[in-house]
């Protein structure tokens, strides 16, 4: 039997903010969020603009690849962001996330770059089917950080890719395997950021009604403080004895900064017929656009907003203090990390992360001990080294180091496939030397320890055993 979706969405400005820079769509094929970022650099002009992009898949032919109609929806959104950077300068550092799901009718894609997330619920279980974009979520896949630990994390909020109008976007694409039943979120970081995934579970499992649903959602994240913008789009996926076709008939929604052009943002999501979502969009209610009237109207600036000159300058201000301490903080806690990794061939420690940001490292080399060629090491020790091993401050680097240093010796002590004791000076022999040949005396032990036995020299160099350049204790 054929599916299709059923869906509602849902925006709140939260507890905290001004004015609301999240969007949202919900279509009868698409179901998109996307989270604007730069406040007084226009983050409600990207959000929109990356919205108004993807409604456009809803007017192209259903039978094509979801996955190719996204990407290419994503990157006009970026190059819309772009142009709408260049033609006011004052828009520069704006940009947005984008999560969005396009229904077939057969197929659902899924497109994502940021930090929205979309959850798959089935059978009472969540599932998160996106991947974060974030610091803290690369912490989090090497190891460093647990997922509790990410999330009072000082820089929990630093998003690594997002659409800004730079360069080629990179989004990640795939197909999903929907069921009868499934229930679909797609969500800013506002509901995520306070509402966990055991309480989205629960909600979304036990609330059948959408709206009831997500109006859970939604009195849950503001319970939670709402520091942040809510945006939610929900769907259910039923069965059905007459597939929906693409046309002007169906239910839709937009809500946060995409509703904006033609009314204040509403307690309720807006519903308009698709069609009329795109025109709303395009702030022209009252006929269908032509292609050069999308053109020429897509770019047009907003309205200048009263005393946007104080309020511009407060939030620069704030932006500006709470940026310096979350640097600090950042910096402070990337000081206190150390690991072991390699340095032109010899294990060496770092202080910091072995994590890159753009062009910046953040770990500086701290101190090579000397006398560990990383090739000395058995190979299980070398993939590690090369992986980096992570210490819990510089005195568990230094032991680290030591136990390296440890099998190195222990390795290499084996020769002949038996282990070779500690060298125990013995007398050489020598020949009896022919008649009227000048005696040579024989050679002598080197003196001991008489601790231990052990010469007085209590340490070798690798070569006795095996390995050019490895510095062994005497007593391994």
Known sequence: MPLTLRYVARSDVGLVREGNEDSGYAGPYLLAVADGMGGHAAGEVASQAAIDELVLTEREPHDSNPLQT???????????????????????????????????????????????????????????????????????????????EAGVHPARSLILKALQGQGDVDPDLQVLDVHPGDRLLVCSDGLTG????????????????????????IRLALAGGAPDNVTLVLADIVETDTPRQPDDTAEAFLVGAAASNDAPPPERPHRRRPGAALRALV?????????????????APQPPRRRRWLRTVVIVAAVG?????????????????????????????????????????????HDIPGGLPVDALPTIYREQVADTIAADDLDDADAVV???????????????GGETPAPTPTPTPTATPPTGAAATPPATAQPTDPADGTTEDDGWLGDEVGYPGLLCAGSS
């Open 321 to 365: 203090a709470i940026g310096w301490l979350g640097l600090d903080l950042t910096s402070n806690w990337v000081r206190d990390q150390y690991y072991v990794g390699d340095s032109n061939g010899q294990v060496a420690i770092y202080q910091g992360v072995s994590q890159e940001i753009g062009p910046i490292r953040l770990s500086e080399l």
């Open 194 to 217: 306070v509402v966990s995934d055991a309480t989205l579970e629960e909600t979304l499992g036990t609330v059948e009604g959408l709206d009831a649903a997500a109006d859970e959602l």
């Open 283 to 299: 702030g022209a209610e009252e006929h269908r656009p032509t292609a050069e009237d999308l053109e020429a109207m897509r770019y």
């Open 70 to 148: 996204l990407a290419t929806a994503i990157e006009s959104a970026n190059k819309r962001i772009r142009q709408l950077i260049v033609d006011d300068s004052s828009r520069e550092g704006m940009g947005t996330t984008v999560t969005a799901l396009l229904w077939t009718g057969t197929m659902l894609g899924l497109g994502h770059v940021g930090d929205s997330r979309a959850y798959l619920v089935r059978d009472g279980a969540i599932r998160q089917l996106t991947h974060d974009h974030t610091f803290v979520q690369s912490l989090v896949d090497e190891g460093r950080i647990t997922l509790e």
């Open 402 to 416: 030591e136990r390296l240093r440890l099998e190195a010796c222990r390795a290499h002590q084996r020769v002949g």
